[in-house]
């Protein structure tokens, strides 16, 4: 979003300020009188129009970076407070106002700490808030170091998580398990006639495919370079074959685009095996081997 834009969503605010900073010129200019060149102090004037310039910056750098909402109306009205008690601190040294007025003194010595607790509780909450997104972007982070350590091209896992899973939900002997491998068809070919890059696409997109049409206790692995495993915890023999079956149309449905819009057609072979007394690297074998055999089930 620009600049332009960002502000635009603030509008409101920065009106407020705008028609308060020119009412404090006006009530000078009505109360008082114009000082001479020879009364001016140029150092005040620089020390106190600098502070209000700087906190004018410091709302434009907010506006410009946050959402809005609490943290953000907290943090703009206590910068603004704190503008306007600068702000009158530099009209008092253009305009000399008569002693009897008691309202510049409220608007200067009032205004700047109700300034200041107004932004202290908007940078109490900002911080707040930055603590529950760095843990979130941490968890992120983990889930992300995680899976690049083990497949880079998917968001998937490879095939030692996989084998830590099987073994996991093999030790449930009372439920029912199987596995389904499933091999991209003639990826080789795919991978010479789309490229590197069109045919990384198409692992990755089949991986969401393949995703997408999974129930939430199913885990999809990708177990080398195109072959895919899904467990299937919690599943015998009847429903594992119906699901397979998902899988594969799914695939078959897909209508992968090239990057130059051309469709290229996409199958799965689908081999599964439901879980016997065996540990995982028994129960992967005969998933591979049903890969190859005619009713791909064993
Ligand atoms: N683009 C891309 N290709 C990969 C990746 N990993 C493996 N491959 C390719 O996948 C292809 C797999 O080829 P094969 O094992 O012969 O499989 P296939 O061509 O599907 O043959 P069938 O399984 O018999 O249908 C090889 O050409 C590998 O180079 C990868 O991460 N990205």
């Known amino acids: ?22 009412l404090v010129v006006l009530a000078n200019l009505a109360s008082g009188d114009l000082k001479t060149v020879s009364e ?3 150092l005040d004037i620089a020390g106190e129009g600098g502070a209000a310039l700087l906190a004018l910056l410091w709302i434009g750098l907010i506006l410009n970076s946050r959402p809005t909402g609490r943290v953000t109306r907290l943090l703009v009205t ?41 932004l202290t ?51 449930k002997q009372d439920q029912p398990l199987s596995l389904v491998m499933l091999d991209l068809h ?3 070919h795919s991978r010479r006639l789309l490229g590197p890059h069109d045919s990384d696409r198409l692992l990755r997109e089949v991986a969401e495919v393949l995703l997408l049409n999974l129930r939430q206790q199913d885990l999809l692995c990708r177990y080398a370079g195109d072959r895919f495993a899904v ?14 079956r998902e899988l594969e149309q799914a695939v078959r449905h897909f209508a992968f685009k090239t990057q130059r819009g051309i469709t290229h057609p996409v199958a799965i072979m689908a081999g599964l095996a439901v879980a016997h007394d065996e540990d995982a690297d ?12 005619p009713s791909r089930v064993a």
Request: aromatic share 8%.
């Open 1 to 22: 979003m620009h600049v332009k834009q960002r502000l635009s969503l603030h509008r409101g605010s920065l009106i407020a300020l705008l028609v308060m900073a020119n």
């Open 40 to 42: 001016l102090v140029w």
């Open 78 to 118: 206590g910068l603004s407070t704190l503008f306007l008690a600068y702000w009158q601190d530099l009209m008092d040294e253009f305009i000399q106002l008569p002693s009897a007025v008691m309202w510049d003194h409220w608007l200067e010595s009032g205004a700047m700490p109700l300034g200041m607790l107004l």
């Open 121 to 171: 509780l908007g940078i109490y909450h900002w911080h707040r808030e930055q603590q529950a997104i760095s843990a979130q972007l941490q968890k992120r982070e983990r889930v992300f170091r995680e899976h690049r350590s083990l497949d880079g091209l998917t968001p998937l896992s490879g095939p030692r998580y996989l084998r830590e899973q099987l073994a996991m939900e093999l030790l």
């Open 186 to 188: 003639c990826f080789d």
């Open 231 to 244: 467990v299937l915890p919690r599943t015998g023999r009847q429903e594992a074959e119906s699901l397979t």
């Open 282 to 293: 028994s129960l992967i074998e005969r998933a591979n081997r049903n890969l190859h055999s």
